[in-house]
C-alpha cells in the first residue's frame, strides 16, 4: 500500500472500484456467453461464487486501505502538516465509499441469477 499521506490515496479507492465493475460485467458477460448455467439453477452458479469472491477480495482491500489511512489520519505521533491528514482522512473516506459501493453491487450475486 502507498503511504497514508500519498496524494494518490484520493484516487485509488475509485479506481480499484470501477476496474473491479468493468472487469466484473466483463467477465460475467463473457461466462454467460461461452458457458452459461441453467436458469432453474437460481443464483447458486460457479460464475455467481466467482463473482462473490471476487467482491469480498475487493471489498476486504478497500476495507484494509480505509482503515489504514483512518489510523495514520488519527495516530497519536501524527505529522504537524494538516493536508497530510486532510490526505489521510480523505483517503479512508473515498477506500470506505469504494467498498461499500462494491458490497452493494456484488452482494446482487446471491440474489440474481447471473444470465437471465
Not at 4 to 18: E, F, N, R, S
Not at 64 to 72: E, S, T
Not at 80 to 103: C, E, H, Q, W, Y
Amino acid at each position: 500500500m502507498l503511504s497514508p499521506y500519498h496524494p494518490l490515496q484520493l484516487a485509488l479507492g475509485l479506481t480499484i472500484w470501477i476496474t473491479w465493475f468493468a472487469l466484473m460485467y466483463g467477465a460475467l458477460g463473457i461466462a454467460c456467453e461461452v458457458a452459461p448455467p441453467p436458469i432453474e439453477q437460481g443464483s447458486f452458479t460457479w460464475i455467481n461464487v466467482a463473482l462473490l469472491l471476487t467482491t469480498l477480495a475487493i471489498a476486504g482491500l478497500l476495507f484494509y486501505w480505509a482503515h489504514q489511512c483512518w489510523r495514520a489520519a488519527h495516530a497519536v505521533n501524527k505529522p504537524k502538516d494538516p493536508s497530510r491528514t486532510f490526505i489521510a482522512n480523505l483517503g479512508a473516506s473515498i477506500n470506505l465509499v469504494g467498498a461499500i459501493a462494491t458490497l452493494s453491487l456484488g452482494l446482487m450475486v446471491l440474489l440474481l441469477p447471473p444470465c437471465l
